[in-house]
């Protein structure tokens, strides 16, 4: 699969227009797009960011659907919006464990890599790291995904609910060490989101 994200951030006191925004009419528009497999939007209320990811079983889908979003965008995201930035990625891994829920938590891992080193970082991932994670309690689904040009990508782990996110950052910061010295990956960052909702249907 292919995915889109938008990352946001802005005024915390606006964000929920935006959320209502993107669960009502964002949702019907990325609906009615062919190759449409689901979306995702993620909060962080207390410092005013916003991040979303839509699936598309093809780049051809992805890219099509992007051209009636980029003309919706500015006015879903109004008046919320300060900042909005726009990437796409491909899935390498998706494990999907239980189903997210609502107000469950989802953790985003952002690396940087060499461009050659694409499929050791997905193998890796795959072998050794997503072992790791199957183990954490309260996981819901993990992704890696990956842009092998610009040689960038995002972990993405969600979980049932915050409790679990919360009790599972020991064990992740050991998958995650582990993981980064076998691929020789580089940590670019690290946050984590309240979840609106996650819903992705691979098949």
């Known amino acids: 699969m292919f995915v889109r994200t938008v990352y946001v951030t802005g005024d915390p ?14 949702r019907d528009l990325l609906e ?17 960011k916003l991040f979303s990811a839509s699936w598309w079983t093809s780049k051809e889908a992805r890219h099509n659907s ?15 919006a300060g900042t909005v930035a726009v990437e796409n990625y491909e899935a390498a891994v998706f494990h999907a464990q239980q189903m997210p829920r609502t107000s469950g938590g989802l953790r985003i891992t952002r690396l940087e890599f060499e461009p050659e080193d694409t499929e050791l970082v997905a193998d ?18 993990a992704s890696l995904l990956v842009d092998r040009d610009r040689g960038r990508g995002m972990v993405h782990i969600l979980f049932v609910d915050h409790e679990s996110m919360a009790a599972s950052r020991s064990a992740q910061a050991m998958a995650r060490h582990e993981g980064t010295a076998k691929a020789h990956v580089t940590v670019i960052g690290l946050e984590e989101f309240e979840v609106v909702h996650a819903d992705v249907h691979p098949d």
């Open 32 to 48: 009615e797009r062919p190759g449409y497999r689901g979306a995702g939007v993620f909060v962080d209320r207390e410092l005013g």
């Open 66 to 80: 992007d051209e009636v979003m980029r003309e919706r965008r500015g006015a879903l995201l109004e008046p919320f």
């Open 124 to 141: 890796t991932f795959q072998a050794s790291v997503l072992p790791r994670l199957e183990t954490l309690h309260g996981l819901a689904r």
């Open 13 to 26: 006191t606006k964000i929920d227009t935006a959320i209502r925004a993107l669960n009502t009419e964002g």
